[in-house]
């Protein structure tokens, strides 16, 4: 689902997807809650514009960008606005009017035609940047690293322990302020031009409350222009390689592993000297 809102992008792989034309609002079915959201608007004519995104399975693709605020309705809404079973389609006329009407109707008129994607994503129910205290916060940081920090899960040690070895400067947990409020990501790096480039480790997925803070905080990165890295737990067994590729990607300068090795010998030994 992160990747409909870090690549922009929309996929189905049903034929429909490459009748959207750029202009017309595409809503968005969350396959595993029943849940469809919208609206966003086409930037793009249907193509295939990145063929390895979702493993391939969704091929007939759209460019999106967010038509106001993310609502949402039940699939059982959904097929009684539009008096079907089959919800992934052009809708084009009254149907699309009563679509666009019951997710936003200020952009009622606009246009006569809105699609559905595929692919299963859940956008949070507003706009506005707002955060809460997650649960998850309210954990004890009980996992120690090896550069002293103290943090809420084994995933995120990992993380962290892996910076470390790769010299990269890192904070846990710092609170920014963004526009409407405050935010806490996971850690904070930096580029060689010293701007901050943010990482979130997301541990839980497949979970309907979490998976709906997760979306909220992706949206709040984007909407306020911040570079993110997200991690999830299949990339804890290749940590180091994902972390590099991310941090090249991001001009986040670290260590090669080496010197990476290197200095992590030469502290563990001072540590244990300094211990006796």
């Known amino acids: 689902m992160a990747g409909c809102f870090e690549h922009q992008l929309f996929g189905t792989g049903d034929g429909y997807g490459l009748q959207v034309r750029q202009g017309d609002f595409c809503l968005l079915y969350n396959f595993e809650q029943n849940q469809v959201f919208g609206v966003w608007r086409a930037t793009s004519d249907g193509g295939n514009y990145e063929p390895h995104a979702w493993h391939g399975q969704f091929p007939n693709q759209v460019r999106i960008e967010e038509a106001g605020e993310i609502k949402q309705a039940t699939r059982n809404q959904i097929q009684a606005l539009v008096g079907s079973q089959i919800i992934g389609k052009i809708y084009v006329g009254e149907l699309a009017e009563s679509l666009l009407q019951h997710f936003q109707p200020e952009v009622r008129g606009q ?80 580029a060689r031009d010293g701007k901050p ?66 200095g992590y010998f030469f502290k563990r030994l001072f540590n244990m000297l300094r211990s006796r």
Not at 166 to 172: I, P
Not at 205 to 230: F, V
Request: hydrophobic letters at 35%; proline letters at 7%; one cysteine or more.
């Open 197 to 262: 480039v943010y990482i979130e480790y997301w541990g839980k997925l497949n979970e309907r409350d979490y998976d709906a803070r997760r979306i909220e905080k992706t949206l709040l990165y984007r909407s306020n222009n911040l570079p993110l890295i997200q991690i999830i737990p299949d990339d804890l067994q290749k940590i180091k390689f994902v972390l590099e590729k991310e941090l090249e990607n991001w001009d986040v300068p670290f260590k090669d592993s080496f010197f990476s090795l290197l």
């Open 111 to 190: 246009t006569a035609r809105t699609g559905q994607t595929a692919t299963a994503s859940r956008p949070t129910e507003s706009r506005a940047p707002r955060q809460t205290t997650p649960d998850y916060l309210l954990l004890p940081p009980k996992f120690f690293c090896e550069d002293t920090h103290r943090v809420r899960s084994q995933g995120e040690k990992i993380i962290d322990d892996c910076l470390f070895r790769l010299g990269v400067r890192h904070d846990y947990e710092p609170q920014i302020t963004i526009q409407g409020g405050q935010m806490i990501p996971d850690f904070v790096v930096y």
